[in-house]
């Protein structure tokens, strides 16, 4: 079983460290700072980074990647679409790469960025999902390169995956997007009672991920542009009829950039 931790960076980054203790081998995805990893690595003598995931070239996501490849020598992957630093092997969608003994399947999801990319491994006790900034926990990332239609599509491509899956992304933003989520589903009880749920495990210290993909198709609006309360709560908010989810979604992105 591979083990897997949160290592806190800048404000609200979590960089993912993957372990297994069998080789004392590990692995990180997106270390936008080398700092946290190297102090882990430090505090754990004997192991070995062997692999760097990145999602995508934003600088909080790639900045510690060279400096981590320089230290320990770790085979740096990522999206073939994006300038990452130091990498090793280009990821297009399809492609499998295997780390510390786990198959992950290579999803293009653009949106956030152009080329941005998860990796998926398919389990049937324990299925993981890494997504960088496409999908967070009650939220999707902003749209800094690409369109709406683009990101509802990365994002339902995600909300297929087995009810099961673990959600592994990058940010501490659940309560702030819970917040956004009540406002524009009300009446959903799951929503209200995620947030109370995460407000007092902030207030404990306690971190809000892993998500998984049934939570989130049941509270994030982002998945839910297909339900009559969130098309309503869109069209009202636009003044005109948002004829299909991708619309209803483009509503909701803007609205909350603005909330």
């Not at 700072?33 to 600088?59: F, K, M, Q, R, S």
């Not at 786990?102 to 960025?113: I, M, N, S, Y």
Request: glycine share 6%; net charge negative; with cysteine.
């Amino acid at each position: 079983m591979i083990q897997i931790d949160a290592l806190p960076a800048f404000s609200d980054n979590y960089l993912w460290l993957l372990q297994d203790a069998d080789t004392r081998r590990c692995a990180v995805v997106d270390p936008g700072d080398a700092a946290p990893v190297l102090a882990w690595l430090e505090a754990h003598p004997g192991w070995t980074l062997t692999d760097i995931l990145v999602t995508h070239h934003h600088h909080d996501h790639v900045g510690g990647v060279a400096h981590l490849k320089e230290t320990c020598g770790a085979r740096v992957l990522g999206p073939a679409q994006e300038k990452i630093p130091a990498r090793d092997l280009a990821l297009v969608d399809g492609d499998t790469v295997h780390v510390l003994g786990l198959d992950f399947q290579v999803f293009e999801v653009p949106g956030h960025t152009l080329g941005h990319i998860a990796y998926y491994h398919a389990d049937n006790d324990r299925p993981l999902l890494f997504c960088g900034d496409t999908l967070f926990a009650a939220g999707c990332g902003r749209l800094f390169e690409g369109t709406p239609d683009q990101m509802h599509h990365s994002l339902s491509r995600l909300a297929a995956l087995p009810a099961a899956t673990l959600v592994f992304c990058t940010h501490e933003y659940t309560l702030s997007n819970l917040r956004f989520a009540k406002a524009v589903e009300p009446e959903n009880h799951a929503t209200s009672e995620r947030f109370d749920a995460v407000t007092r495990l902030r207030e404990q210290g306690g971190i809000s991920l892993p998500s998984n993909i049934a939570l989130e198709r049941a509270t994030n609006p982002f998945l839910r542009v297909a339900e009559i309360s969130v098309k309503q709560m869109a069209d009202e908010r636009a003044g005109r009829d948002n004829a299909t989810p991708a619309e209803v979604f483009a509503v909701l992105r803007a609205w909350k950039d603005q909330f």
